[in-house]
């Protein structure tokens, strides 16, 4: 009987044989001229799990690019079911010109497999087809030690418009312990990490309005308000002397930074420097007081003037009390908040700093996205970590994201935890030219989940 390592080494050519096969179909949502290259994607990929054994496949239409669902029962009844989200769909591959190799011809090159979608996300989502055969090859089982259902997707790529719906009306066949996401990125090859989070997002466009109409400054100027005036006050005080956002409660439902979390976060070899040239060039870190870099991009909330104008911003003066200022805000969220009660909490500051005289007007986009966030002590999260730790070989950290895709949609409507297992890099260049994976962070994956597989079904209940 071989071991898991052994028959994932065994088969990695195999594993890489099909794997170009399918992304050498340009399934890139975003483009309607490839819609039936999205269905052949989500065809290839029903017709392969067919013949690696999944004795449920099948391919769900939404009312755009159709997903593709295949379920493995584990032989225990009382095992745990686990949803594994990835998606097949692709970003497009403008600036063609840009790509050393054809997008969806894809090539090794060392151990680095390059072409659209090897990392973003096909790939992660094939290491889960070896890593679930060489776990039963590994014990001679027929059938898988938890429950499988695959979900593969065919819009992320596009937000993911149909995607909550498919969730509810198929949620009964969809039900399960934990979620597993397969669609991020671990610190570096050498420092493997878990995404444990992402912040969420809402936006506001605020207008201020005074006179009706702009006025001579000799004639007016001093004796009405001027919203240009009361805008600039107004957003001078979003944040405090700490760098707090002044939203009344904003803080009041984040779930804050344990100090196990933190003590990981800083084991992360952060260079600041580096990072501040890959900021713009920033010049010096700012942000809330009494947090890292890290910390406030990942863990923290924030609040953005995206944009601010009004009055005469043309060639040469003009002397006016201008009738209107305007400004676009955005607030980056994280794990406990809900963009709609920011939004509420934006609509209470201005009606409470509006100054009298100035009437304001506040826009909000109306529901925004939520965050997501999985505590680094649940069950699931902790099991996983054990086994990406055992398959690396090494202490394994954790991360947060920037930006959050359907991940909020999959755990309120399926209600279940997710856990993070990717083995993307940084470096993949995901949704630009020449995108790649490394060969051997993808069998690491494999091993990964055929471990955890074992772990979650073998643990007492
Ligand atoms: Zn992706």
């Not at 198929?170 to 039900?175: C, F």
């Not at 304001?360 to 970590?385: W, Y």
Request: with cysteine; glycine share 10%; aromatic share 6%.
């Amino acid at each position: 009987m071989t071991d898991v390592r052994g028959y994932i080494a065994e088969h990695r050519d195999e594993f890489l044989t099909d794997l170009k096969e399918w992304l050498a179909i340009p399934s890139i949502s975003g483009d309607p001229a490839h819609a039936p290259d999205v269905r052949a994607s989500a065809d290839w990929l029903a017709a392969h799990l067919r013949r690696i054994g999944f004795p449920v496949v099948e391919v769900w239409d939404t009312g755009g690019h159709p997903a593709v669902f295949a379920e493995w029962t584990a032989a225990d009844p009382g095992a745990p079911a686990v949803v594994v989200y990835g998606h097949h769909d692709v970003q497009p591959v403008e600036p063609l010109g840009q790509w050393d190799t054809d997008p969806f011809t894809p090539v090794e090159r060392g151990d680095r497999l390059i072409g659209r979608g090897t990392s973003d996300d096909k790939g992660q989502v094939f290491f889960h087809t070896l890593g679930l055969r060489a776990g039963m090859a590994a014990t001679g089982a027929t059938a898988p030690p938890v429950t499988i259902k695959l979900l593969v997707e065919g819009e992320e790529e596009s937000g993911s418009v149909h995607f909550a719906d498919l969730l509810r009306a198929r949620r009964d066949r969809l039900d399960c312990d934990m979620i597993v996401i397969s669609d991020t990125t671990m610190w570096s090859a050498d420092v493997p990490s878990m995404c444990t989070g992402m912040r969420g997002l809402t936006e506001a466009e605020l207008t201020l309005r005074g006179p009706a109409s702009d006025l001579h400054s000799g004639s007016f100027g001093g004796a009405v308000p001027n919203p240009l005036h009361a805008m600039a006050a107004m957003l001078a005080g979003l944040h405090d002397a700490d760098g707090r956002v002044t939203l009344p409660g904003f803080y009041d439902d984040v779930v804050p930074l344990t100090a196990e979390e933190r003590a990981l976060f800083a084991k992360l070899p952060f260079d600041e420097d580096a990072w501040l040239r890959t900021a713009g060039e920033s010049r010096a870190a700012h942000g809330e007081a009494g947090y890292t870099t890290l910390e406030r991009i990942w863990a923290r909330p924030t609040a953005e003037v995206n944009g601010l104008w009004g009055g005469h911003t043309g060639p040469g003066g003009k002397t006016i009390v201008p009738s209107e200022a305007h400004a676009k805000l955005s607030f980056r969220l994280v794990a406990g908040q809900d963009p709609a009660t920011v939004e509420d909490q934006f609509r209470a500051w201005v009606a409470q700093r509006t100054p009298s005289g100035v009437e304001a007007e506040v826009r909000t986009s109306g529901g925004g996205v939520r965050p997501c966030f999985s505590p680094i002590d649940a069950p699931g999260v902790r099991a996983a970590r054990a086994a990406l730790e055992k398959a690396f070989g090494t202490e394994v950290l954790f991360t947060r994201e920037g930006g959050s895709g359907p991940e909020a949609d999959l755990a309120d409507i399926l209600g279940a935890p997710l856990v993070f297992l990717a083995v993307g890099l940084p470096g993949d260049r995901i949704h630009a030219p020449n995108e790649k994976v490394e060969i051997p962070l993808l069998l690491k994956g494999a091993e990964a989940v055929a471990l955890l597989w074992e772990d979650l079904g073998s643990a007492p209940r």
